[in-house]
């Protein structure tokens, strides 16, 4: 209405931009030149500034739902006492220790579809992202994708995680359009990652325990081996030691080799002296009888297949067996109680700085400047595709 006033009051000469003329107030002349001065600018200013910079009013101004930014700190931390000297104990404070592999373990779940799955798995989340009160641009499943692959890269764009390398700390940043409901799924995933520790520490321990179980299974099953081995063979030969019995009978045999003597010496005095004493067809009897249990028990020493020297052998091979068996036993015993020390002190856990926080107020969207932002960009592309249609006019001419 302004507009069709002034074009009838408007005087003849175009001279109607320095004098008002009657009837029309400061104000409508100001809107007439700006309207005039936006209609010379032409339709490319229209498209690249106008409509954008609207269309940001209305929805940085009217529509857009306020985001509510929920932030916890933790650090993952593991003990490492093994590995650290005092001073290095002293400086970390009693051999603890940031557990990078953890931590980035935990940046990487944070990020997963698995922890999504998890955190979702009472429909917090879709009920957070997907509530009627917020404006539908903002809510997921605009434009009909409500598959969980994009509810992933939704959730993506509002769970954000960084870490500190020379704090190792770890920043866990949830946006939502609700205070508690940042506040909520912040400490459902915070809960979720120390659960994600726990399991990696508890599985890192069996597995170093269940190693080590395994070498001394294998080494148990390798000494009852060779001590029943050892067994048959005793009960098979009639054996016990070989070596022992072999003692015994030269011990006896000496015994024997004694009385031989002294059968014979007898036997010699009285052949030289008394050739026809009566002892002497007793004293050559006994002398026959201990050297026949000289050669049999020598015989029993050495000499045959069934003698103590050639059970010997095999008994030593059995007896070497079952030593090496029980100290092969002794080193893995004494590797599971190593493994069972190392995996105590190996445990990790997450350590919380700063508990999920509950915001005041929203810190999203930034309005001001959004609508700032969307008429600077607007202002760059339309003076960069100005240039261009200059040049390409100048370039036919």
Known sequence: MNTFVSAQTRKPDGDDNDHP?????????????????LKSLGP???ITVVIPTVVAILYFGIFASDVYVSESRFVVRGSNKSSMSPLGLMLSGGGL??????GN??????SSRLALKEADSDGLLTRAYTAPSIFWFDRFGAGGKRDREHFYDYFLNHVKVEDETTTQVLYLTVRAYGAKQAHDINERLLERSEALVNRMSDRARQDAVASAQAEVNQAQDRARGAARALADYRDREGVIDPEKEATVRLQMISKLQDELISVQTQLSQLTSYTPQAS???????QANKLQQEIDAQTAGIAGGRKSLSSAS????ELELDTEIAGKQLATALASLQDARTDAERKRAYVQRIADPSTPDYAMEPRRIGGIFATLLLGLIAWGVLSTLL???REHRD
């Open 279 to 285: 002892q002497i067809p007793y004293l050559r009897t």
């Open 390 to 392: 200059i040049g390409i």
């Open 21 to 37: 003329q009657p009837g029309l107030t400061m104000k409508d002349t100001v809107l007439d030149r700006l309207i005039l001065r």
């Open 44 to 46: 490319l200013f229209l």
């Open 97 to 102: 220790s940031g557990a990078s592999e953890e």
């Open 313 to 316: 052998a095999r008994y030593q």
């Open 105 to 110: 373990a935990v940046e990487e779940y944070l």
